[in-house]
């Protein structure tokens, strides 16, 4: 089954203990992004990856890395967790540029006290 | 820089009436526009794009919208709503650029369909 996946789905952390979100699609897309959704602002990017080791800042990018070492893969890396970053977090890709739409994986529910 | 608005946070509508959900966009160029649909505890789904071609654009689940140049919107709807249909609906554009697409999203309509 075509899918992207996301790990963990709920995660409940500390400020500053650094974490790791992992995205993995199926699809041999490119194209892969994150997003954070908070009430009220809706969706917002935070890093995108047009191939692999190719990867540029959304809206959003402050408090986060990421890295593409594998077309598959795409792990958002909080080094330093703040309580801002309590969020809904996804994960996106796509076989190509932005006119193609996007697969989203189910979602990484993160709470930073 | 691109924006998209979504001017009503909720929209309710009453099951088999019509419903419409309204997106305005800014954008210096030529927008390239999606809807996407959220069901709770989802991930959000592809609805329908608008790239070029025929302004009224037909999608997933009986959804279509049209795309208004002129007045800068792509407004969703659909002839007969179903309470299936409740959900969080966004609509997006992107920018097609040598330097990476981007793609922005409004802040959501939550729509409820009463039976």
């Known amino acids: 089954e075509a899918q992207v996946t996301q790990n963990p789905r709920y995660l409940i952390t500390v400020t500053g203990k650094k974490l790791t979100v992992t995205c993995s699609q199926n699809m041999n897309h490119e194209y892969m992004s994150w997003y954070r959704q908070d009430p009220g602002l809706g969706l917002r990017q935070i890093y995108y990856s047009m191939n692999v080791e190719v990867t540029d800042k959304g809206d959003v990018p402050e408090g986060y890395k990421v890295s593409r070492k594998e077309k598959r893969n795409f792990p958002l890396i909080l080094e330093s967790p703040s309580p801002n970053q309590t969020s809904l977090y996804f994960c996106?890709?796509?076989?190509?540029?932005?006119?193609?739409?996007?697969?989203f994986g189910p979602g990484t529910r993160l709470t930073v006290t | 820089a691109q924006s998209v608005a979504q001017p009503e946070d909720q929209v309710n509508v009453a099951e088999g009436n019509p419903l419409t959900v309204k997106c305005t966009y800014s954008?210096?160029?030529?927008?390239?526009l999606f809807w996407y649909v959220q069901y709770p505890n989802r991930g959000l789904q592809f609805l329908l794009k608008?790239?070029?071609?025929?302004?009224l654009v037909k999608g997933s689940y009986g959804f279509e919208a049209e795309f208004n140049k002129s007045q800068t919107s792509f407004h969703l709807k659909k002839p007969s709503a179903l309470v299936s249909d409740s959900a969080l609906y966004f609509c997006?554009?992107?920018?097609?650029?040598?330097?990476?697409?981007?793609?922005?999203f409004g802040t959501g309509t939550r729509l409820a369909v009463r039976p």
């Open positions: 997006a554009v992107t920018l097609v650029r040598s330097s990476g697409d981007k793609l922005t």
């Open positions: 608008y790239i070029t071609g025929d302004n």
């Open positions: 954008v210096s160029g030529n927008p390239y």
């Open positions: 996106a890709s796509s076989s190509g540029t932005g006119l193609l739409e996007q697969y």
